[in-house]
């Protein structure tokens, strides 16, 4: 009797389950690798290759794109030249248009969300109200930009850890006899990050006709990373005046790890200054009262007790 509920419960889901996966096992598509490799050539109309596309990029984003050009057409032209610098330094996650749109529309949303909010709270517009309206514009048109620098910061950050391997993969290859186009393609095989892309971006430009020293030049100005543009500069250098590329480039591979091992000893002896803060402001007070708390809590039961 005992084992008759296990074995009535158990069996049906046993079945349920066998079912189940036989089902998924007949029905389910099986993998073709021929059909797999002629995919990307098959033929797909506009229309349903448009609606395969997410909901974001097929409706939001042309509408976010096209209240951007208003807003571009109204800025001006100094400030739209700086915005595609940072964008372009920061690998163009988004548009112009784009980034336009959503700093006009975060600076209109604050301040339309304050107004309402003065208005069902039943406030007078008075000085004092207008301090958290100041503050919220300056929110609205500060959060853009920080969220912009710190996007190019940390993409020159890893250009900048990234560089000395690269560099040492482009000597290798050079040294092997290959040439310094061959050698930068090298790097796309054996790394990533930004770094290749930017590496592949100039490799492509030298690809469809522009001049090495041109594209060269570009890629240290598109980065804005200080080494980079450095070693771009000394192998234009060497290009023109006829060195040998090889012991260029390894001279700049040895700087390069030279520099990144000082920017690391350099980090090391900030740590010691920084952490001085937390100490003082958490980690001493908690010693000092773990320590002193005890004695403390005891001369104050004395002198309250009336033995002195």
């Known amino acids: 009797m005992t084992l008759a509920l296990p074995v009535a419960v158990v069996a049906p889901g046993a079945a349920f389950l066998t079912v189940v996966l036989l089902m998924n096992a007949v029905f389910s598509p099986r993998r073709n690798e021929l059909v797999d490799k002629l995919r990307p050539y098959a033929y797909r109309s506009e229309e349903s290759s448009d609606l395969s596309r997410p909901f974001l990029k097929r409706v939001l984003l042309p509408v976010i794109e096209q209240c951007g050009r ?5 800025a001006p032209e100094q400030l739209q030249k700086s915005l595609r ?16 749109a959503v700093s ?7 301040v339309l969300g304050f107004g309402v909010l003065l208005v069902v709270s039943g406030r007078a517009v008075t000085t004092g109200s207008l301090l958290p309206l100041a503050f919220l514009v300056l929110l609205g ?5 920080r969220w912009l ?8 950050q890893a250009i900048q850890r990234k560089l000395p391997d690269a560099l040492d993969i482009i000597v290798v290859s050079m040294e092997a006899g290959l040439a310094l186009d061959s050698a930068m393609a090298k790097v796309l095989e054996k790394m990533q990050g930004p770094l290749s892309e930017e590496i592949q971006r100039t490799l492509r430009e030298i690809h ?12 240290g100005a598109r980065t804005g990373v200080k080494d980079l543009i450095a070693v771009m500069a000394s192998v234009i250098q060497a290009d023109q005046m006829g060195v040998s590329m090889a012991q260029t ?41 773990v320590t002193i708390g005890p004695a403390a809590l005891t001369i104050y039961h004395q002198f309250t007790s009336g033995l002195f």
């Open 70 to 74: 208003f807003a571009g057409s109204a």
């Open 85 to 100: 610098e940072s964008l372009q330094q920061a690998g163009n996650p988004i548009t112009l248009n784009a980034y336009l």
């Open 104 to 110: 006009g529309g975060l600076l209109g949303a604050l």
């Open 141 to 145: 048109l500060y959060a853009p930009k």
């Open 149 to 156: 620098s710190g996007k190019v910061k940390s993409r020159q």
């Open 208 to 219: 469809l006709g522009n001049s090495r020293r041109e594209a060269l030049r570009e890629l």
């Open 249 to 289: 480039m390894r001279t700049q591979a040895d700087e390069a790890r030279l520099r990144r091992r000082q920017r690391a000893e350099e980090r090391a002896h900030q740590a010691a200054v920084k952490m001085l803060f937390p100490l003082v402001l958490f980690i001493l007070p908690s010693v000092m009262i």
